[in-house]
DNA sequence: ATCAAAAACTGAACAGTGTTTATTTAATTA
DNA sequence: TAATTAAATAAACACTGTTCAGTTTTTGAT
């Protein structure tokens, strides 16, 4: 039927993505697939690939705008803490993982396709996550070592993270949902207490 | 062409398996398909269909066999150590995972279809990793309270897997491949330290 | 206003996926 | 040897991502 002018390319690209989200965030990630996505939008198929280079271009910018909510979401409950930060920083991350499920775990599942590579935004934005837990850390353990600082940045913060995905693929079958944050307090409070400890 | 006879269904489902197993190995989960099993075995699709309710029935069960080689990896190496057990049974585990990045991401990657429940043995044998962790720690920290053990082992073991995870996903970009060990050292340690420090 | 060119959009095709089922073949039993 | 049972297949179904020849509409120039 040719063009409609409706919308702009840009537009419909956007379209694209806010139904990406929608889906992933209803339905989980297994379920979201190129079709769906231009039914959805109320086009075919052939037109996403006027704006996407392909399916993993889509999802991989559908997972870069959830990544940036999770930064900001974890910015915000730091700058919202007077002490502890590095701890405030991880519960807010843990929570966000537990109220937004489907789309925090669709950044994490998502398997790249062979050969394929991260678009430049979605490491980009993980190192900025990493980044701000070593700006806090440095403020909250001043006395360390910057080496020691990069190295237990990366250690809590990827522990923070394997208890989100456990604890969001059920696989903490003998811990309660609302004892989750204590798993996190535990592991974060008693490192930086041993870090401490080491001065 | 009917029975060959060649095979019974056990060894059928054996071979399956075992094949499944290999292109996990050699190709990755999302290479994975029962077409492609069934093929490498010399046989057709629907074969597989005799011996598995379905696909995810196949990947569970591959899965199982690697979560059994993973645990007894893991206690072989704790078994070894004199010290710091909980320690070297974490290094255990990221060894395996190093060494088997395609199986171990296999397991902790494949996507339940909506509906469908985890085999029994596959619960299983997670909660036998968790209880390992759980009887070295009251070992190695024995005036520490059997509440905070149980809650301690799996918010340092969730740790431990975090790291895996990120590091074989390649997320890890400002740590060396050889410094990932070290990750995993300085969580532990420093966890176990903080927590001896509050009794 | 008319016509050509460019851009937007579609629909159908392709190879692949998991799954089901009628059918064929071989081994077992009577 | 004939009837029965079990093993295995081939083909179909609905789905997937991807491509591309056409069709339709808008734009730009005469």
Redo the contacts between chains.
Sequence with gaps: MGRRGEHSLAEIKAMALNTAIEIITQQ????LSARKVAKQMGYTVGTLYLVFKNFHDLVSQANAMTLDELYRHSLNYSQHAIENKVLQISLGYLQYALDNPNRWRAI??Y?M??QEQWIPEY?EK??KL?ALVESLLVVQCPSLPSDSV???A???W??????????L?G?????ELE?VP???S??V???????Q??D
Tied chains: 1, 2.
């Design positions: 989980g990630l297994a379920q994490f599942e398997q396709p062979e490491a993980v190192q990493f990069h190295l237990t990366h250690a809590l990827s522990g923070v993270h394997g208890i989100c995905v456990l604890a693929t696989k903490l079958q003998g811990i004892q204590d798993l996190v535990l592991l409070n008693n490192c930086l207490l041993g870090l400890q080491q």
